[in-house]
DNA sequence: GTGAATGTTCATTC
DNA sequence: GGAATGAACATTCA
């Protein structure tokens, strides 16, 4: 689940309940999400002191602990999310307790997990390896990752080095909008096709950003594409399916040419 | 039992 | 050196 609206998602809900709250206690519910940080540690850093505003680069949530130049980072694989207040699940692995209520750290897969950055060179090797943020970047910019790149698009798009934030779904929804097949090198890309891919990134990162996730929406390819194989909600033609760049992948044949 | 699942990383092979 | 492929990680679901 979780892209680039998903974290965005959880960035807000931290941000509108938790942040300059004081942290009562963290509950390690399941060490196993835990990376390079043990319990005691991780308790010792947060509890007493409060999270600051929390930022998103691509899929990664960085959120500073206040009076201390250590953050939290996080990043929620396929299945992570943060939880405000909820009842307790079988999947919540880190519970941070405030005087307001409770945030989950909750993750069904365990395929990544919770680091401790120390220092501003550890936040910062965090970004170092991604691309620049899909919700930020110009035509130009877009243009500037891709071009002349000898790979196929659809891979190109999701892969954070190039671009951060695009996960399967989202590239998916992007190429279906701007009429560009996912096999298509990116050195066949002429200025129009940058153009529109960089128009419709942009249009559905917005929509999908304002509602915290892609929207199930069935006038979006992702909508039907679970249907197995659904049809094009813009010209009803079935959906194609297959592998590109090892992920599964959804397209119409008719309005995305070969 | 099998395969696939919205993510990332590492090894291998062309 | 680049790019593509497959496996690995852990767990659930069809």
């Known amino acids: 689940m979780p892209e680039l609206p998903d974290v965005e998602g959880f960035r807000r809900v931290l941000s509108d309940h938790a942040v300059g709250r004081k942290i009562r206690r963290v509950d390690v519910l399941d060490p196993g999400v835990l990376r390079g940080v043990g319990v005691g540690t991780l308790q010792q850093v947060l509890v007493g002191r409060r999270f600051g505003q929390p930022w998103r680069h691509g899929k990664h949530l960085v959120v500073p602990v206040a009076g201390s130049d250590s953050a939290v980072l996080l990043h929620f694989g396929m299945t992570g999310a943060l939880h405000w207040a909820c009842d307790r699940h079988r999947h919540d692995r880190v519970v941070f307790t405030f005087s307001n209520g409770e945030l989950a750290y909750r993750d069904m897969r365990k395929l990544h997990g919770l680091r401790l950055a120390n220092g501003a060179d550890d936040v910062r090797r965090v970004v170092a390896g ?52 996912p096999r298509r090198s990116c050195a066949d890309l002429d200025t129009d096709d940058f153009a529109r891919l960089h128009t419709r990134m942009r249009n559905v990162l917005r929509q999908a950003v304002s509602q915290g996730r892609v929207p199930p929406r069935t006038t979006w390819l992702t909508g039907r594409r679970d249907e197995k194989p659904g049809s094009c909600p813009r010209c009803g033609t079935t959906l194609n399916h297959g592998r590109v760049g090892g992920r599964g992948t959804a397209w119409c044949p008719r309005c995305q040419p070969e």
């Open 130 to 181: 991604l691309g620049p943020d899909a919700a930020e970047l110009s035509r130009a910019g877009l243009r500037d990752q891709l071009a002349g790149l000898r790979r196929q698009v659809k891979p190109a798009l999701v892969d954070q080095a190039v671009v951060a934030g695009l996960g399967n779904l989202l590239a998916d929804e992007i190429l279906w909008r701007a009429y560009i097949h």
